[in-house]
């Protein structure tokens, strides 16, 4: 089970810490990714670290987000800085190998949580 938390309302500009906590899963074994999806449009990789604690990101938010793991505490971050409105989307993490965390091929998604920037 995945549970992400941390969205909220911020103005342009702003930032926020996106936290995915990880149960029922070997944590440390696996790829984390961290997906958006607005209103209207397909699910996107943002950004994923390999277990090893390697990152690759979406040209989109490339120097505005980091991605971070703490296996100890089996959660994953997006840390999110100089928001835009076009960042505004519901945000989820998934876990798997590296092949499924790139296609965003899981038939089960948690909750995510909701990022609105706007002024």
């Known amino acids: 089970q995945l549970q992400a938390s941390g969205g909220g309302l911020v103005q342009p500009g702003g930032s926020l810490r996106l936290s995915c906590a990880a149960s029922g899963i070997i944590f440390s074994i696996n790829d984390m990714g961290w997906y958006r999806q607005a209103p209207g449009k397909q699910r996107e990789l943002v950004a994923r670290i390999t277990r090893r604690g390697s990152t690759n990101y979406a040209d989109s938010v490339k120097g505005r987000f980091t991605i971070s793991r703490d296996n100890a505490k089996n959660t994953v971050y997006l840390q999110m800085n100089s928001l835009k409105p076009e960042d505004t989307a519901v945000y989820y993490c998934?876990?798997?190998?590296?092949?499924?965390?790139?296609?965003?091929?899981?038939?089960?998604w948690g909750q995510g949580t909701q990022v609105t920037v706007s002024s």
């Open positions: 998934n876990a798997g190998t590296p092949l499924r965390v790139a296609r965003a091929d899981f038939d089960s």
